[in-house]
């Protein structure tokens, strides 16, 4: 166990959580939890953060917007705008497989499979993260501690335990790596490992590798159209822990210094409509033109989907030790520009097609 937390020599590490701080909450997250009382208060506090979770909770649109509609509130809740950044991603992804490279090498089957995928991991992400966000709102504005009610949301012991440090601490950092954690486990446990829902992760794996609009997450910033985009690319997908490295890479690169001011201000002027135009109109078109490449709207090329939620069980019961070792640091990337590397890609696109 000496090497449990030994970080890799090759990469920027700065420190979050000392070891003794991290054993300390795996102990009381593995504690028997206290049963809990609900009082009429607490009962109609659950019923209006429900209503708010479903009525955010329709697509990729709506959830990407009450992500920004929160930070904007509370800019303290990191997480909350690296959320909405990636959750546009997500809807850009939505819409590729409807572009013209994409649709040309699927079948409506499989476009129609890749799609439920990602609107499921959108929305499992949003479901079990939104209410969490709503209850410390309800705090912030109340006085009145309402994080029992977590528990009534399905919402991991783990998590429970971040937030009841978080009210002392105030650690922003340290909240966001722990969500990070939190979601991607969420997705692995309920959709990645279910035999019904993961659509054949090895075929997605092959199929997708080496498309590059699939592997790469980008956050325009920049004070002058076209916009510069920092990013990274995605490897590895189907693995909890790579997921969650990119999730904390990603953080440290949409809150630097030189992106995020204006990565925000792109996301108070730019509604997000899932068409890539939203970015680089001189390059995309949410129409067909000659000179373009197609990226339409979400709403144009995929309709609302209602489905059950799956069945819930807390990731975190049966998880040794290790799990909690993303939160002694956070990673910092050398290189994040992604723009000369689009560009590239776009202008090899733009001239097949015109060929």
Same mark, same amino acid.
């Given at each position: ?5 030994? %970080? ?24 028997? %939890? ?31 917007? #009450? ?7 509370? %800019? ?6 690296? #959320? ?88 922003? %950092? ?79 690169? +949409? ?71 993303? +939160? ?28």
């Amino acid at each position: 166990m000496s090497n449990l937390f030994k %970080p890799g020599q090759r990469e920027n590490r700065s420190p979050l959580l000392d070891v003794q701080a991290v054993y300390r909450l795996y102990a009381e997250m593995k504690q028997e %939890p206290v049963p809990d009382v609900y009082f009429p208060e607490d009962k109609a506090l659950f019923k209006k953060i429900f209503i708010k979770v479903k009525k955010g909770n329709v697509n990729n649109l709506t959830r990407t917007s #009450a992500y920004l509609d929160l930070f904007k509130k509370h %800019p303290e809740l990191h997480w909350s705008f690296l #959320a909405h950044m990636v959750s546009r991603n997500a809807g850009y992804h939505m819409t590729d497989i409807k572009n013209e490279l994409l649709s040309h090498v699927m079948s409506e089957n499989e476009q129609q499979s890749l799609f439920e995928f990602l609107e499921r991991c959108n929305a499992a992400i949003f479901n079990d993260a939104y209410p969490q966000l709503l209850l410390y709102e309800n705090w912030k504005l109340t006085g009145r501690h309402p994080f029992h009610l977590l528990k009534k949301f399905n919402v991991s012991v783990f998590m429970r335990r971040i937030w009841a440090d978080y009210l002392k601490t105030g650690d922003d %950092p340290v909240l966001t790596t722990a969500l990070i954690m939190n979601e991607q486990h969420l997705i692995q446990n309920e959709i990645l490992s279910s035999p019904t829902l993961n659509m054949g992760i090895e075929k997605w794996k092959f199929f997708l590798q080496d498309r590059m609009e699939f592997t790469s997450i980008l956050f325009p910033y920049g004070k002058h159209t076209p916009y510069s985009l920092a990013g990274l690319s995605v490897s590895h997908f189907e693995k909890v822990d790579r997921r969650i490295q990119l999730g904390k890479k990603l953080y440290r690169v +949409l809150f630097h210094p030189i992106v995020f001011p204006t990565a925000y201000s792109f996301s108070l002027h730019h509604p997000h409509t899932g068409s890539r135009e939203d970015y680089w109109p001189h390059i995309y078109s949410r129409v067909k033109k000659r000179k373009h490449l197609f990226s339409p709207e979400l709403g144009a090329v995929w309709e609302t989907i209602t489905y059950a939620d799956p069945p819930s069980t807390d990731w975190f019961r049966e998880q040794p030790i290790e799990v909690m070792s993303p +939160l002694l640091t956070l990673m910092v990337p050398l290189h994040f520009s992604m723009t000369r590397k689009w560009k590239a890609r776009t202008t090899i696109l733009l001239k097949l097609k015109r060929d």
